[in-house]
């Protein structure tokens, strides 16, 4: 009798300690349901008025638009560190070569696959342009190219930003860029001491499959320059005039 006691005992302190009142069973306000606790009706309680998220502060305006002054500017908004332009490398490769290739020359990969040439970062037009307008591009997108905002953070696109200019830097150094003492090779040696035929440091043809649309003008870094403006009222292919279309017809 006293082990059946025991027993029954320890059973009861089982099924006691299961009966539990955690926060689950407690009244509590469901998410977007209405509530008769507040005045206005609702559960969730609006923002206080100019508070400001943790993280969401972006006290430098340069540095998350690109933008100073309403304008792009040549500069970044922190120093680049080798560390710096190792990173915007292995962001650019993951994300930006399958469009502008490895050298930022238009012919990535889906252009061999019948796409558009990218921007070719090489031509006078890109050479041009602010480093902080890779930047914008990256953040809003441009033409055919997505905006890569939610892929790649605002410190990423400033070290692609940088790596894009070590690119151009790379495709269009002169001699009189290398510190003095500093060896000079050519670079068809080098591809044939690494075991490539010397002409894989040569220039990269844009591939038969890329889509054209205005004839283009020039070569840089291999691949066709900025194509030139389309006439007004003409047909980029051809040169006939543009048919007529209607009103209120899409684009």
Known sequence: ????????????????????????????????RGSTVFADGRSVRPQVLHTVARGQLYENDYFYTGLM???????????????VL???????????????????????MIVERGFKPAGNFHDAKRLAEPLSHYFYVMTNGYG??????AQVTP??????????RALQLSQNAKVSDVPAGAQV??????????????????????????VYGPPTVGIAAGAPA??????????????????????????
Request: aromatic residues 8%.
């Open 144 to 149: 055919a190219m997505p905006d890569y905002k």
């Open 155 to 164: 410190e990423d696109r400033w070290a692609i930003a940088a790596y894009i």
């Open 69 to 83: 002054n309403g304008k792009e500017a040549d500069m970044m908004p922190f120093p680049v560190t080798m560390q």
């Open 86 to 108: 190792a990173r915007g490398q292995e962001r650019f490769n993951v994300y930006c070569t399958p469009c502008h290739s490895r050298v930022g020359n238009g012919a990535g």
């Open 226 to 251: 900025e194509n030139p403006p389309k006439p007004a009222g003409k047909n980029a292919v051809s040169g006939a005039a543009a048919p007529a279309r209607p009103s209120g017809a899409r684009p």
């Open 185 to 210: 090779e050519n670079l068809s040696d080098v591809a044939t001491r690494l075991g490539e035929p010397a002409s894989y440091a040569g220039p990269w043809p844009m591939p038969s499959t890329a």
């Open 1 to 32: 009798m006293r082990l059946v006691s025991a027993a029954a005992l320890l059973a009861s302190l089982g099924f006691a300690a299961g009966c539990r009142q955690d926060m689950q069973d407690q009244p509590r306000m469901f998410p977007q």
